[in-house]
């Protein structure tokens, strides 16, 4: 009878240890942690905004408005070309949404040469052509027969050669304007040579020809500065500085799009203003 009792006794004993095990076990284990919240900014998914342009200095200022389109809901990404035909083939066929590279002029003519519908939708800046110095660096002396490498398309050939006329080194067919070429040339005292060069390819023969004329974002690759590099250069009160400001472009029936007013309100603001000044100071201006 004393062994059953004894026996019961442990089995008491044994069920009261396993139970406070169990309730030491329940007690100790982690508390359930709640899901981690996202702001709702990080979950939206960003719509995207493609624009195709030359590197410098387009890409450049357009790198410095992401954040400020991020901000928006918008993801900015930008497609560089070395060019100035593809960025507004690739618009015109929907592939992109929007380019910035050129001037109304270069885009009139592109439109009416190639059948294509693109708009501009806002003027961002402006930069002054200039004339560089290649193997002969005094314009004031200029050797006879000495050659002169410029733009070939037909807006800034003729932008070339009235930056030449302005420097008393030709005189152009009264008339010609905008449309005007080497074969425009009614004086030619020095008998220069006018080598017609693709615009990206201009800068490449300043060590063989005499000068050059190029377009801003080109003498910037180059390594020139119009402001103090340039031996004669459009001026910033200049009609040309209206005329040939560089504008943000999109295909026809496009110009309302949300994602592009944003576009536009960022790259017209006061900071991409400032960035302009600072950064290329003068040899490119910001418009208002």
């Known amino acids: 009878m004393k062994n059953i009792k ?17 309730c030491q076990k329940k007690e100790e284990a982690p508390a359930e942690k709640p899901a981690a919240e996202t702001p709702a900014a990080d979950t939206a998914e960003l719509k995207k905004i493609t624009v195709a342009a030359t590197a410098v ?7 410095q408005v992401k954040e400020d389109l991020k901000a928006e809901g918008y993801e900015l990404e930008i497609v560089v070309f070395s060019d100035y035909v593809q960025p507004n083939l690739v618009v015109e066929a929907g592939d992109i ?13 592109f439109n009416k ?12 800046h402006y930069e002054p ?7 002969s660096n005094d314009l004031s002396n200029i050797p006879d027969g ?3 490498a410029v733009p070939n398309d037909t807006t800034n050939e003729a932008r070339a050669l009235l930056l030449l006329e302005a420097n008393g080194l030709i005189k152009v067919k009264e008339g010609a304007g905008l449309s005007a070429t080497k074969n425009d040339i009614v004086e030619n005292s020095h008998n220069l040579e006018i080598v017609e060069l693709e615009a990206a390819q201009v800068a490449r023969v300043a060590g063989e020809t005499d000068f050059v004329v190029l377009n801003g974002n080109y003498a910037l690759d180059a390594g020139f500065n119009v402001a103090t590099d ?8 200049s009609e040309a500085a209206q005329v040939y400001a560089n504008i943000l472009c999109v295909k026809a029936g496009n110009e309302e799009r ?7 309100e960022v790259l017209k603001s006061d900071k991409i203003k400032s960035y302009i000044a600072e950064t290329y100071k003068g040899a490119v201006i910001a418009m208002d």
């Open 6 to 22: 004894k026996l019961f006794l442990l089995l008491v004993v044994a069920a009261l240890a396993l139970g406070a095990a169990g």
């Open 258 to 264: 949300e994602d592009i007013k944003a576009l536009i």
């Open 113 to 124: 040469e190639n059948k294509t519908n693109i708009v501009p939708v806002a003027v961002v």
């Open 97 to 109: 949404d929007a380019n910035f590279f050129q001037h109304k002029p270069y885009l009139d003519d």
């Open 129 to 135: 052509l200039g004339i560089y110095p290649g193997k």
């Open 230 to 237: 340039a031996l004669a250069k459009e001026e910033q009160d």
């Open 146 to 148: 000495a050659s002169i």
């Open 57 to 63: 200095p387009h890409a450049e200022i357009l790198e």
